[in-house]
């Protein structure tokens, strides 16, 4: 089979192909080499596909080789693997960057000649000598020049000579930054081929050479030298790892064929199934007009700029509406009737309202588009949708969240890694945590009795307390909550804030109330902050604007309401938690894989047996909390020593645990634990 497969193997070919285009058109024009080796490359994020470096042999020579993307399934198929003979039958030899004589062959289709197998490496090949080239820098000036065309998919930073033909489905406005140190201005606009999308940015000299020449919907040859650089995915709507920055030398040509590119490719969603898309996803939709409202404008909090928007009501055959927000010149300009048909390309997905839309920079808006969907959409609501009532997210969201949300619960690591509650839109989420300290100096303000006021009084000195804004007098004000928590959960510590619904429900007293303590009972007031400590919540969180970003600092954006709906939820888990203990011994115990090998009836010992795990507890404060919750002393068996965390009075019940590098468990300490005292 060997001898079959050296036949079969076209050697000298990956020399022809790196040192002689001319004999490799004319005596390979479509290589066989053979596989001797073949990586996976990590992926660089969640959600994109992985990559594969292969080694390829012709006998002679072998070459290291990057499989593209879109050939990926000859080796999630179990086609391609070590010792394959392949039939190299699209590729583009391109330099490695930062290594002039050095080159990678990207492989763009092949195909495995899967009768001959696999083999051990045939002959004994040598690492590939390239040939310098001249340094010349001549770009493509005929149609002719771009016989070979290189696909938007297969490119990367190992790409070095290449030339796409793509169409522009977005361009976007001059943009201008002025920094301390620096000054300038961009563009981008987004490019389209048969086999994918890319995002090309040009700056300074180069916005000022080729803002004009892009057209939308028109067809263009861009050609090396261009830059091939990781996305910056929070700028761009585009499902692409990498994007392009024009250069001095890039060559941009308008291609005189039009119509052999595709115009738009979309992966629409229904209106109905957005209330199972997560937030801040971006999607594609297509939707008729039902009602546009009038352009309002707001100011950035953060930059104090003006905007300009405008908000649309779209509706579709899953009898769901949306609110859609576009923005700047795009909203100024819109002048579509209700009726009409619009498709939407990189929509951002909110959970305001339950769920709503707003159309990025990058995105893109075609009214009443020439593509099926539209058509049967036209059909569906001149016929019968015009007539029908039609449903909204914020009525799925269910009664127990505020405002129709369903926020998310994230870690306070994840809240910082994401910068949630930083940008000028709001943030809207959930963080369970411990708290584990709370600010006792000045933890409420006297207030105006009023009704709706609660602004500040000031004590006048005689016995008296004005209201500012009400111009009134008040023989004494209301204490209101105005506190500052520090909590923590596995893996951080926040300082939140929080005002006087949720500050009544952590101390479990009125602001008047605990002001009193302070004034005539300064150990019962201690006593009563020592007791609102280590308790855990769910707490709903959303940005304080008037609070330092820097200080990470949150306001409780919950009411009353759903902050008992929270409590109430807690309680559920630690419900969960405690239904895990054994009620009753029943015969011999089987030994599990987390080492628990005994069970301990409550009702015999009163000791409570909870397994428990790291992820889930995540250190002192947290069990300190469960001793508090469960009124219960916890006994930590560590290495050989026993460590209590007191949460209980004398009549508490104990919690064993023996700790394991995998978490906390009762497992094979029972015997000796069961002995301690």
């Not at 209330?275 to 100011?299: F, M, S, Y």
């Not at 300009?333 to 939407?344: H, K, M, N, T």
């Not at 926020?407 to 910082?416: G, H, M, N, Y």
Request: glycine fraction near 8%; aromatic fraction near 8%; hydrophobic fraction near 35%.
């Amino acid at each position: 089979m060997a001898d079959q497969a050296r036949k079969v193997i076209t050697q000298g070919a990956l020399n022809a192909i790196f040192n002689d285009p001319t004999t490799l058109q004319n005596q390979y024009p479509v290589p066989v080499c053979q596989c001797v080796q073949i990586k996976t490359l990590a992926s660089s994020g969640e959600g994109t596909p992985e990559r594969y470096r292969l080694v390829l042999s012709d006998v002679d020579n072998f070459v290291q080789s990057m499989l593209a993307t879109q050939a990926n399934h000859v080796v999630h198929e179990g086609k391609l693997k070590k010792g394959s003979i392949v039939r190299l039958k699209q590729y583009q030899a391109n330099a490695v960057k930062g290594k002039r004589f050095n080159r990678i062959l990207i492989i763009l289709d092949l195909e495995v000649i899967e009768s001959l197998g696999e083999m051990d490496k045939i002959g004994d090949p040598v690492a590939l000598t390239v040939k310098e080239e001249p340094d010349t820098k001549t770009g493509p000036s005929t149609s002719a020049a771009h016989a070979t065309i290189y696909p938007i998919e297969g490119l990367s930073p190992y790409a070095h000579k290449w030339t796409i033909k793509a169409r522009v489905t977005q361009k976007s406005d001059i943009k201008t930054w002025h920094k301390q140190n620096s000054e300038g201005k961009l563009f981008s606009v987004n490019l389209l081929d048969e086999s994918g999308e890319i995002k090309a940015t040009g700056f300074n000299d180069q916005c000022d050479m080729l803002y004009d020449l892009f057209q939308e919907g028109a067809v263009y040859y861009i050609s090396s030298p261009c830059r091939v650089q990781l996305a910056k995915k929070q700028f761009s709507t585009i499902p692409n790892d990498y994007e392009l920055t024009f250069e001095r030398d890039t060559v941009v040509e308008k291609a005189e064929d039009q119509q052999d590119v595709p115009q738009i490719r979309y992966n629409f969603t229904n209106i109905g199934d957005l209330q199972d898309i997560e937030k801040d996803t971006n999607v594609d939709l297509i939707g008729v007009l039902k009602e546009v409202a009038d352009v309002t404008q707001i100011v950035s909090k953060t930059t104090q700029k003006p905007f300009d928007k405008r908000e649309l009501t779209l509706v579709d055959e899953s009898e769901f509406s949306i609110k859609l927000t576009i923005w700047g010149k795009a909203a100024i300009s819109f002048d579509a009737s209700p009726g009409s048909i619009i498709a939407f390309k990189g929509a951002k997905v909110s959970d305001f309202g339950g769920r709503s839309l707003s159309l990025l920079s990058s995105g893109t808006m075609a009214l009443d588009p020439d593509i099926s969907e539209a058509h049967k959409l036209k059909g569906w609501y001149d016929s019968e949708g015009r007539l029908q009532n039609f449903s909204t997210h914020s009525n799925m969201s269910g009664a127990g969240a505020a405002g129709g949300r369903n926020d998310p619960i994230k870690t306070i690591a994840q809240v910082r890694e994401e910068n949630l509650g930083m940008s000028d839109n709001p943030d809207y989420f959930s963080v369970k945590a411990t708290i584990v300290y709370i600010k006792q100096e000045n933890f409420a303000y006297p207030a105006c009795l009023n009704d709706g006021c609660n602004k500040k009084v000031i004590d006048m000195g005689d016995g008296t307390w004005q209201c500012e804004k009400c111009n009134v007098s008040h023989p004494k004000p209301e204490y209101r909550f105005i506190m500052s928590l520090n909590v923590n959960d596995y893996t951080g510590q926040l300082w939140l804030s929080c005002f006087d619904d949720v500050g009544r429900l952590v101390m479990g007293q009125s602001g008047d109330q605990l002001m009193e303590l302070k004034e005539n009972d300064t150990a019962a007031m201690e006593k009563a902050f020592e007791n609102a400590n280590c308790t855990t919540y769910i707490f709903k969180l959303g940005r304080d604007d008037e609070i330092s970003v820097k200080e990470s600092t949150f306001r409780l954006s919950c009411r009353k309401d759903s902050f008992e709906d929270m409590q109430n939820r807690h309680r559920k888990e630690q419900k969960d938690l405690q239904s895990r203990v054994t009620q009753k011994k029943k015969g011999a115990t089987k030994k599990t894989r987390k080492g628990i090998n005994s069970e301990l009836p409550i009702n015999q010992t009163k000791r409570l047996a909870i397994q428990m795990i790291s992820q889930q507890w995540g250190g002192h404060l947290e069990l300190l909390a469960l001793a508090k919750n469960y009124n219960v002393e916890i006994c930590v068996l560590q290495d050989g020593a026993q460590q209590n965390i007191e949460g209980g009075g004398k009549d508490s019940e104990k919690i064993w645990l023996a700790y394991y590098r995998h978490g906390f468990g009762l497992g094979e300490h029972y015997n000796s634990l069961r002995k301690s005292p």
